[in-house]
């Protein structure tokens, strides 16, 4: 059956159509129906089942005579390490970490925080707390002490797992000291912490509260895996909103399970066996869905690679281990396909190296722009297929579906919508626009399973980030269209979250920080157009009257605080003095103008402006840090 013939049949019958995909998966009690409706536009799936996600992942693999193959290659150039671990040591490293954690107390829906960089380790913890149904949080390296605070206070958790640290180009960034500091400011207080000694950074443990990785495991029992509940939550992971609180998307077991053993040969092509690389962190979804579960779901070796596209030694590391471990379909942000291509344009260093089994590169994240395609395409000789999804969906909501069919690539669309997904454009009336016209892009309910079933800690705010506005449909937040053939575009988002190198941020909370700046009165964060990171923020900030410092002083100031806060991850830099906003006449701060401006773009001039000569203040603000570009 081609494409078209498998999105029918689900939509003819979705219930039929993921009870057949679920038949792929082991089950403790299969699921005896697919979909719940819990009334008032919540759902779930498979609800009624009785499944295990690191029994999986990894056991059933072992079972099923893979016990020898390579479940995780680590390539780590930042320290030289490279390492393979096969799903039979898998399995004995992670029912070791599981006992361990249990004799310690954790149990079944206990919160467990992982914090931890790109090793085989933060991904042992993941599984280790799946074994025990414990619900994981992994917590993003470039995140603050005061980001891991909130985490810790929104999902409480009985123990955190951490390592001594990550490397950073040119820094060893400490996490023993954040980990520290995040636990005294939150109210809530684990119960015991783990951390994972590296070489590069021996911490000091506090007694009574940390053990070290090994030690902590020595003579216990190890864990056997723990049916839970199809609805039973796998993990929670937080990513941005409008507002300066994260929000935690809950990912259900059993649909997370289904859905993801569908994606790999699917969309990504490949048979168990073959390996796979997604060039992400653990901290992000894409590191939760592609390096960590669903290659090894479905009996793939995953690469865990720690370092970045460039200087690790040169802009030839993508295509390095892509020759070494023999990767079949790569996956990558196009940020750093972006910083690849800036240092190596012609190609050079890709040349050094045999591809020639690689069958394709995904991009995902972020926009995936026309040149970047077109010098990929160019560069590899291979199919260059952008998908877009989202943490709440936790895979691909549209993509080539190359497994079953590969379809015509239209640069700038990231194809057809996937089994699961009904795609609507809809105007701010609600009702669907006509074809390659602009709108919300929304997604009929019930969304498919593998996707968020609520928030967590906020079921209110689940409804009106999602539910409220559309009644009947999930709001994507994203903007866009689709043509005369169903593909999708993607254009923007509709509110204030930005994709800085392909890390969700949130301008939001940059201006409740900046706002908390003593000398700050009132500020506007907005993303401008960046070549290498996509969008990068731009700060501006109005003095508290009678202030009278060196505004230099205070952007100096501002960009500290923000990176203090939030982490170096926000990639805030830019701030800029200004006397005045521009505002609508209901007070409104008119921040996509500003971003027009910033990106050198035509702008309508707003109707309902206050007072359109601020417009001209924004400019020369702008001018003396050197927009538009
Ligand atoms: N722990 C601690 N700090 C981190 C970090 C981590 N895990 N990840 C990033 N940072 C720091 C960086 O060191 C940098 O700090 P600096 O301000 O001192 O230089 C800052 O956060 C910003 O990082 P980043 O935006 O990643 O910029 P960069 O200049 O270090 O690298 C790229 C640029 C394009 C090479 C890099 O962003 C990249 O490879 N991106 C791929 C995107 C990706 O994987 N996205 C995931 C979603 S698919
Ligand atoms: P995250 O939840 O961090 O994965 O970020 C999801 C957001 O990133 C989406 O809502 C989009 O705004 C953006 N995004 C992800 N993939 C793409 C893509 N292929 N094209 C355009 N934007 C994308």
New binding site residues.
Partial sequence: MGYTDIYQSWKSDPEAYWLKQAEAIDWVEAPTKALFDRGDDIYEWFADAKVNTCYNAVDRHVEAGRGAQAAIIHDSPVTGIKQRITFSDLQARVSSLAGALRAKGVEKGDRVIIYMPMIPEALEAMLACTRIGAIHSVVFGGFSASELAVRIDDCTPKAIIAASCGIEPNRIVQYKPLLDGAIEQATHKPDFCVIFQREQEVAKLVEGRDVSWYAFQYGVEPAECVPVEGNHPAYILY?SGTTGAPKGVIRSTAGHLVSLNWTMKNIYNVDPGDVFWAASDVG???GHSYICYAPLIHGNTTVVFEGKPVGNPDAGTFWRVIAEHDVRSFFTAPTAIRAVKREDPDGELLKKYDLSRLRALY??????DPDTIHWAQKMLDKPVY???????TGFAIVANPVGIEALPVKVGS?TLPMPGYDIQILGEDGHPKPKGELGAIAIKLPLPPGTLPGLWNAEGRFRKSYLDTFPGYYE???AGMIDEDGYLY?MA?TDD?I?VAG??LSTGLMEEVLASHPDVAECAVLGAKDDLKGQVPIGFVCLTKGVDRPAEEITRECVALVRDRIGPVAAFKLAVVVDRLPKTRSGKILRRTMASIADGEEYKMPATIDDPAVLDEIAAALKTIGYPK
């Fill in positions: 990513t992000w979804v894409v991009l995902a994240g972020e926009r995936a952008d998908h877009w999804w989202q943490t709440e990231p994507t937040g994203d993607i988002r979250v994709n890390h969700r």
